[in-house]
């Protein structure tokens, strides 16, 4: 199986901040990466598919970018509505699998 | 988008069989993969498989293969998550998923499975 590592595990930021959250694979994938927003009590929502298309609707200050096994979520300035869970996800290869998260918390 | 509707929340016990399901208000039910991902209380997105409703193919997780048992019903375009025999383990809240452009990018609101005696 590919194992995803994200990091941090943590993190804690003020409104307007820029966040980066990484995702490692144990191998290649190309750009067969997803990420998810999971705000508390709710289902997760897609925010990037293919490692750096955005869903549409979802807000411009997220971002994705990377390719192989090295990939990036970037939120551009942070919200209070962004206090959130985020995992990433593989689909080049089954099973597919997700990072383990990471939990952004507003200072 | 497709919006995905599952079934209420179950109380078991160890030992019982339970299917929950997953219906899909949408036409192209058939064309679009549907997964189901678990989720333990304050745990992390865990993928359990995915079944293509137009033939069936299905895919497991290594971790899940043989414990459940993933089918479609497509004449009312609704997918299931079987279990045969229920553990304490299995207490969690299981998602469906629509499999779009490389992600899923539609979820059902989750059905909560609670075993215990």
């Known amino acids: 199986d590919i194992q995803l590592t994200q990091s941090p595990s943590f993190l804690s930021a003020s409104v307007g901040d820029r966040v980066t959250i990484t995702c490692r694979a144990s191998?290649?994938?190309?750009?067969?990466l997803a990420w998810y927003q999971q705000q508390p009590e709710k289902a997760p929502k897609l925010l990037i598919y293919?490692?750096?298309t955005l869903q549409s609707g979802v807000p411009s200050r997220f971002s994705g970018s990377g390719s192989g096994t090295e990939f990036t979520l970037t939120i551009k300035s942070l919200r209070p509505e962004d206090a959130a869970s985020y995992y990433c996800?593989?689909?080049?290869?089954?099973?597919?699998?997700f990072g383990q998260g990471t939990k952004v918390a507003i200072k | 988008e497709a919006h995905l509707v599952q079934s209420g929340a179950e109380m078991k016990d160890p030992g019982e069989s339970l299917k929950i399901a997953c219906k899909a208000s949408e036409d192209s039910f058939n064309n679009y993969w549907i997964g189901w991902v678990r989720q333990k209380p304050g745990k992390g997105l865990e993928w359990m498989g995915i079944?293509?409703?137009?033939?069936?193919?299905?895919r497991y997780s290594p971790s899940f293969e043989g414990q459940v048992t993933i089918s479609v019903d497509t004449a009312i375009s609704t997918a299931y998550v079987e279990w045969h025999s229920l553990r304490a383990s299995d207490s969690a809240k299981y998602y469906c998923?629509?499999?779009?452009?490389?992600?899923?990018?539609?979820w059902g609101q989750g059905t909560l499975v609670t075993v215990s005696s």
């Open positions: 293919a490692a750096s």
């Open positions: 998923t629509r499999h779009g452009d490389y992600g899923e990018d539609s």
């Open positions: 079944i293509y409703p137009g033939d069936s193919d299905t």
């Open positions: 191998q290649g994938i190309g750009h067969y």
């Open positions: 996800q593989q689909v080049d290869n089954y099973p597919w699998t």
